[in-house]
């Protein structure tokens, strides 16, 4: 199975940058999405096939990647964002998540 | 609006079996594949499966052949999983998620496997 490597955790302030990586053991191409969780709450998509902005999800998130280097933007982050994100992908089966990185404040 | 109404929590006994619902609305149910992802307390995320609901076709991850069995009614426009030979590993929340690109979810439900 692909085995897809995030970061556990980072601590951020509203305001700033933050970049989550997620590393592929094997090429998914660009089939790679992110979606975020909030404790108690089902996942949400934010980014599909590595880049393209779900609907009506604000465009201070973004991706970028393809093959096994993956990476996610939030850009300014504002409080409500602070919640566990996932990668995913579907390139090769079965489909595989990363084990999540959780958006901690400083 | 799509939605993906799922059943209430369950308690299974040791051994025993449960099945759970996904009840979709707002578009056909036919034209889409439905997927099962496992959440376990306080962990990530695990897909179990999918079914094509138009044919009853299914495609399972190898931990969860012989745990899990997906089914589908169209009449009901109606998505079920059903888990059988419990164990404390399969205290989780169950969530349907459809495609493609899991961009719809329904809102999880929390199987408790206990004696």
């Known amino acids: 199975d692909t085995v897809l490597t995030q970061s556990p955790a980072l601590a951020v302030s509203p305001g700033e940058r933050v970049t989550i990586s997620c590393r592929a053991s094997?090429?998914?191409?660009?089939?790679m999405h992110w979606y975020q969780q909030k404790p108690g709450q089902q996942p949400k998509l934010l980014i599909y096939k590595a880049s393209n902005l779900a609907s009506g999800v604000p465009a201070r998130f973004s991706g970028s990647g393809s093959g096994t280097d993956f990476t996610f933007t939030i850009d300014p982050v504002e409080a409500d964002d602070i919640a566990t994100y996932y990668c995913h992908q579907s390139w090769n089966s079965p489909p595989t998540f990363g084990g999540g990185t959780k958006l901690e404040l400083k | 609006e799509v939605q993906l109404q799922q059943s209430g929590p369950e308690v299974g006994r040791p051994g025993s079996s449960v099945k759970i619902s996904c009840k979709a609305s707002?578009?056909?149910?036919?034209?889409?594949?439905m997927n099962w992802v496992k959440q376990s307390p306080g962990q990530g995320l695990e897909w179990i499966g999918w079914i094509d609901p138009e044919y009853g076709s299914t495609d399972y991850a190898e931990k969860f052949k012989k745990k899990a069995t997906l089914t589908a009614d169209t009449s009901s426009s109606t998505a079920y999983i059903q888990l059988s030979s419990l164990t404390s590993e399969d205290t989780a929340t169950y969530f349907c998620?459809?495609?493609?690109?899991?961009?719809?979810w329904g809102q999880g439900v929390m199987v408790t496997v206990s004696s």
């Open positions: 998620a459809r495609s493609p690109l899991l961009g719809h």
């Open positions: 707002g578009y056909t149910f036919t034209d889409y594949v």
């Open positions: 094997e090429s998914v191409s660009t089939l």
